[in-house]
């Protein structure tokens, strides 16, 4: 039993040195603050941009499928989706960076916003699109029957639906980007992930620091899980109701 107790004091005493040595020694933590803050801007930022050009995907699509309008819009707007749900966010990321950048000297982070919100975009423009057309007709007729034109028809009746619709399916799509942007560091950019990396770089020890980044993204992406589900909860009693 005594030989018990001293292995589990063994394992607290080697735990506190290698958290000592890879956090506290050198303020190696503030790798981790300065690599969250980086991911947290990537990602709003991104989110932003995604949501803008998704919407304007989504309006493209939808008034084409029903009005039979905007058929050059919609032509590019389908090929923005072919290619890019087609083809993995990293490769996108790396095109950006070292293909359309090449010779400009333009900010790495600007460059990971650009690459994560055009992807989101396109994966933001179905789940609004879907919304869309998921609301019935007879809205639209409503809408025009009271002298509304298809423009404001579609801003005063059907997007507010189809946006309550999809809240939170667009919030699911803020998780899903939240942990896409962990590859930004292969255009060297210290965001969460990176910043692993380099602590492991210098203590040589890969566990703490690994174990110290997933844990940051799994609190991450717990709390606004939750903040999902409570969300779908306020929006299923405002339906009851």
């Known amino acids: 039993m005594e030989g018990f107790f001293e292995a589990i004091k063994g394992f607290f005493v080697s735990f506190g040195d290698k958290f000592s040595q890879n956090f506290i020694e050198k303020n190696r933590w503030q790798y981790l603050t300065n690599g969250l803050a980086t991911t947290l801007i990537i990602t709003v930022c991104a989110v932003i941009l995604g949501f803008i050009l998704g919407f304007i995907v989504a309006v493209v699509r939808s008034t084409h499928d029903k009005t039979g309008k905007m058929k050059a819009g919609n032509f590019f707007a389908h090929i923005y989706l072919t290619v890019i749900r087609g083809t993995p966010v990293m490769v996108q990321l790396l095109i950006i960076y070292y293909v359309i950048f090449q010779s400009i000297n ?90 692993g990396d380099i602590i492991q770089s210098q203590t040589y020890e890969a566990f703490m620091p690994l174990l110290a980044v997933a844990a940051i993204y799994l609190v991450m992406v717990v709390g606004l899980t939750r903040l999902v589900r409570l969300l779908e909860r306020r929006l299923a009693k405002n339906d009851k109701r």
């Open 106 to 195: 333009i900010n790495k982070i600007f460059c990971a916003i650009l690459a994560f919100g055009i992807n989101s975009g396109a994966y933001v423009a179905e789940i609004v699109r879907s919304g869309i057309m998921s609301i019935d007709n007879g809205q639209m007729e409503a809408g025009r029957s009271l002298g509304l034109n298809y423009r404001q028809t579609m801003l005063s009746i059907i997007l507010p639906q189809a946006f309550k619709n999809v809240l939170p399916a667009l919030a699911n799509e803020f998780i899903v980007l939240l942990k896409e942007t962990s590859i930004a560091g292969y255009i060297a950019i210290t965001d969460l992930t990176r910043a």
